[in-house]
């Protein structure tokens, strides 16, 4: 043994040391190429129909990816629609009021999303000519797009060699790989990610990425038994071959969600229901809601906070549970249906028609059912 691992033995227990190559599943070159034929064959034939699919414009590949962030596909096509028709350019969406916005994104969720598009749309319309930029590093720069997305507009849009990597891929290439790793950890994701440089092809590469996009979403799925019969590149699987595939992926303890009580108060005078804006930062940030405090709160103590701000209550009748899962947190809530009478305007609050909520205003879903009552 020499003396360099002689000495680096005094300090680390080598045996303890997990030395592997980059990548565990090397493919050959003629593998590679089967692969990547086997996959696009079978997504060529399969693949979901999408509108975003039939004219791959940049504003229409980054919209819809955005859009589809946490977002189920079947969930994501109406507002599509929807949103190109009202606003069919980046110059429109740099000039669209917040409102409209916010109205078009109403129910998607995660209204992060909506503002980071117009910001980014409008340093496209100040520095790129109202152009989504066709460099990788270019599009980091821009609110809301990350590797992934950057990755899915250049190919998907301009057909260039990238890979777009996201937990569906993730899971994928850690069956083909029978990938043992945390697929959590920096280091796997390394691993999984330069063995998908490897497989992606220097043409086609948008058709590929959106084959692995609609492998995830329909045959090696997240939950429930993947389909294995049904995939196309089954003979590449080491997972498959060595009967892993529903142990597979390997995934970290997550952590425990947080839960928040909160009361909901759904006040009605002479016929116009109180709205309030949220602060312009944290959760739900500049979206209009229901006034609502932390804590589960009585009748009583409800009517005494309209009645320090001036109202008499009329009527007070508690409304059904709800709960409402964010990303990071859950909210626990109870809401009162409340008549109030008094002249008394808080300028915190806007009295809104039904008709308004239904047309102008913005209201995150986790109100929602308080508003179908």
Excluded at 151 to 175: E, M, T
Excluded at 241 to 256: D, F, H, I
Excluded at 325 to 331: L, Y
Aim: hydrophobic letters at 40%; one cysteine or more; a neutral charge.
């Amino acid at each position: 043994m020499s003396l360099f691992f002689r000495l680096l033995m005094i300090f680390v227990d080598i045996e303890s040391v997990e030395i592997r190559p980059l990548i565990r599943y090397n493919f050959g070159m003629d593998e590679i190429k089967e692969f990547q034929e086997a996959l696009l064959n079978w997504y060529r034939k399969s693949g979901r129909v999408l509108p975003w699919r039939s004219d791959p414009s940049p504003y229409k590949v980054w919209i819809s990816e955005i859009m589809l962030q946490q977002t189920r596909v079947d969930t994501v096509i109406p507002y599509f629609n929807r949103f190109i028709s009202e606003i069919p350019t980046i110059k429109d969406l740099a000039e669209t009021d917040d409102e409209k916005l916010y109205k078009l994104w109403q129910g998607l969720g995660y209204y992060r999303r909506a503002s980071h598009l117009k910001k980014a749309a409008q340093i496209m319309v100040d520095q790129y000519n109202g152009r989504l930029p066709e460099n990788f590093n270019d599009l980091l720069t821009l609110p809301g797009i990350g590797a992934y997305t950057a990755g899915a507009i250049l190919s998907i849009a301009f057909n260039i060699s990238i890979p777009a990597v996201d937990g569906n891929v993730f899971r994928i290439i850690a069956r083909i790989n029978a990938e043992t790793g945390d697929i959590q950890k920096a280091s796997v994701k390394k691993r999984l990610e330069a063995c998908v440089k490897e497989l992606i092809p220097s043409t086609d590469a948008g058709d590929f990425n959106q084959a692995l996009m609609d492998l995830g979403a329909n045959i090696c799925i997240p939950n429930g038994i993947p389909k294995c019969e049904e995939c196309p590149v089954k003979n590449f699987c080491k997972a498959y071959s060595e009967g892993l595939a529903y142990t597979l992926p390997v995934k970290g303890n997550k952590a425990v969600r947080k839960t928040q009580e909160i009361t909901v108060l759904k006040i009605l005078r002479d016929n116009r229901l109180a709205l309030r804006k949220r602060e312009e930062k944290g959760l739900l940030s500049n979206l209009w809601e229901l006034p609502n405090y932390q804590s589960f709160l009585t009748e009583e103590q409800c009517i005494k906070i309209l009645q320090n701000n001036g109202f008499k209550v009329t009527s007070i009748m508690p409304m059904e549970r709800v709960k409402h899962a964010f990303s990071h947190m859950d909210w626990i809530m109870i809401g009162y249906l409340i008549t109030v009478e008094g002249n008394e305007d808080l300028s915190s609050w806007t009295w809104v028609t039904r008709e308004e909520i239904l047309n102008v205003y913005s209201i995150p879903s986790a109100f929602l059912p308080f508003l179908s009552v």
